[in-house]
């Protein structure tokens, strides 16, 4: 069973992550319809899934919340550090959005509620200006649900990524608090 409900969307919550949520954390970053979209290429046993959850998924001065649906996770959704490193993260108020659902539950609305609702959190509670995405070029869901947010394309990195046998461009949107149009 999920924990406690820390956000709430108009279809999912957003859950903080605890230990006993590894089981489906690890099993979906195990998909290759998560990893490969995510370019993250190596798979996760136990021990490097208890490692993410130590390193990762519980750090200070990140979000890492599980997306869920009546009470079942569906996926994760993240606010962390800018590139640019804690200092001038805090001085730009700015963070990196990211975020993956379970193919099984694709096509549900699931995340764009999870990423509105973060994204919301990011400009109203921890009061950040800017917001940050980054996507293989390859990845139309991916991109189609920034753009549905508002975020704008902000550049592009040529052949950036390896993905599926061949080079592809990461694209990288962006979204500042003036262009954010609230819920409400």
């Known amino acids: ?12 919550t957003l859950r903080p992550i605890d230990r006993e949520d590894l089981d489906f ?3 979906v970053m195990n998909d290759p319809a998560v990893w490969r979209p995510a370019l993250d290429i190596n798979p996760m046993n136990d021990e490097l899934s208890e490692e993410f959850f130590e390193t990762v998924l519980t750090t200070e001065g990140d979000v890492h919340c599980l997306v869920c649906h009546d009470d079942e996770p569906v996926g994760h959704v993240s606010l ?5 490193g804690p200092t001038e993260t805090s001085r730009a108020r700015s963070a990196e959005l990211a975020y993956w659902i379970a193919p099984e539950h694709h096509g549900n609305g699931y995340g764009s509620d999870a990423t509105e609702t973060l994204v919301e959190y990011a400009f109203r509670d921890r009061n950040l200006r800017r917001v940050d995405a980054h996507a293989g070029a390859f990845n139309d869901g991916s991109i189609a649900l920034l753009e549905s ?17 061949e ?17 409400d």
């Open 1 to 12: 069973m999920p924990g406690p409900v820390f956000l709430n969307g108009e279809r999912v």
């Open 25 to 27: 954390v690890q099993r």
């Open 80 to 84: 962390t550090e800018s590139q640019y």
């Open 149 to 165: 947010l508002g975020f704008k394309h902000e550049g592009t990195r040529r052949d950036a990524a390896w993905y599926r046998g």
């Open 167 to 183: 080079y592809h461009d990461v694209v990288t949107f962006g979204l500042l608090r003036s262009e954010w149009t609230p819920k």
